[in-house]
C-alpha cells in the first residue's frame, strides 16, 4: 500500500508540473499574440476571448502550485482545491471545445460570406485590396472565386507566377495573345498614380482562386486548436483523477497506537478447570 501511495503521488507531482509548464507557455503565447494584435482594428472583437485565456492559464498555473504544495506536504486542502479548480477549468474548455465544433461550418460560411462582399475585386476598397493582396502573395493564389479573371484586367503583381513557383504551383496565362494590365500595388499612392503596366504575352499568374484556400486553412487552424484543447482537457482529468485517488488514500491512513513498555511483569489470571472450580 505504502508503494502505490508513493507511486501515485510522484506520477501526480510530474502532471502538475507538466500542467504547469505547459500553461505558462501557453501564458506566453497569448501575450505575444496580445501585443501582435494590439494595434490591429481586430482588437475589440477578440479582446474577451484574450482575457479569458489569460484567466485560464493563471488559473491552472496556481493550481498546479497547490497541487504539488499539496502532494509533498500532504495537505488536504491544497489536494481539494486542486481537483476542484481543475475539475471546473476542464469543464468549461470541454464546453467550448464542443461550441468550436459545431459552429465550425457556421465559421466558414461566415468567412465567406466577408470575402464575397470584396466582390467585384475591380471595384473593392483600399482596405480590402490590401486584405486581398496579402493572402494571395501568403497562399500562391489569384483571385477569391474565378481565379485572375475576379480582377478584369487590372491584374495584381501579386497573382504573378515566378519560375520557382511554377514548379510548386499550378500557372496558368491570362488569355490567348492578350495583354493585361498589371497594377503595382503601394497603398501610400494616390488612385490617380500611373503604377500600371502591360503584361507579357510570356507571363503565368496563379491558377487556384484564394477562397477555397484560405476556408481550408481555416477549417484545418480550428481542427487542430480543438484537438490541442482536447488532448489538455485530457492531461487536467487525469490530474483530477490522479487527485482524487491522493485524498481516498489520505483518508484510510490509520493511526498506529503507540507501543508502551513497562519493567513490571504482566498480571496473570490462572484458569481453573470447570470441574474444579465446582468443588
Known sequence: ???????????????????????????????????????????????????????????????????????????KWAVVLFSVGMSLASLYLFVECVKAYYSKHEMEELTREEHLAMMPLSGAKQTDIETIYNIQTNFKCCGLVQGYQDWGTDIPISCLCSDEDSTDFKCVAPGNNTRFVIHYHKSNSSEDDDHKGLMDENMLVYEKPCLPILISVERSAISLGIGIFVALTALWDVGVVLAITILCQMRRKVDVPPVIFTSQPPQYRELCDTAECLT
Open 1 to 75: 500500500m505504502g508503494r502505490i501511495h508513493i507511486c501515485v503521488k510522484r506520477t501526480f507531482i510530474f502532471v502538475c508540473v507538466l500542467i504547469g509548464i505547459i500553461s505558462t507557455l501557453l501564458l506566453a503565447i497569448t501575450l505575444f499574440g496580445h501585443g501582435y494584435f494590439h494595434q490591429s482594428e481586430e482588437i475589440e472583437e477578440i479582446l474577451p476571448g484574450i482575457v479569458v485565456l489569460y484567466v485560464l492559464e493563471a488559473a491552472t498555473l496556481v493550481l498546479s502550485i497547490f497541487g504539488v504544495y499539496g502532494a509533498r506536504k500532504e495537505k
